[in-house]
């Protein structure tokens, strides 16, 4: 998704995403409901569905 730019990847998945409910990307990955849900949105994004 990012092509290899860390810089990036690491700036998003610190940042609040609003179609995570404002939460950040990083912060999903401790639950496993929440991981379905962030792994999901990253499925969203890759297919351009933006809701």
Do not use: C, H, Q, Y
Not at 12 to 40: C, H, I, N, Q, Y
């Amino acid at each position: 998704m990012f092509e290899d730019d860390v810089t990036a990847a690491t700036e998003w998945m610190s940042s609040p995403a609003r179609g995570l409910g404002s939460k950040r990307p990083l912060d999903m990955l401790r639950a496993r409901v929440e991981t379905r849900a962030f792994v999901d949105f990253i499925g969203r994004l890759e297919s351009g569905v933006l809701v």
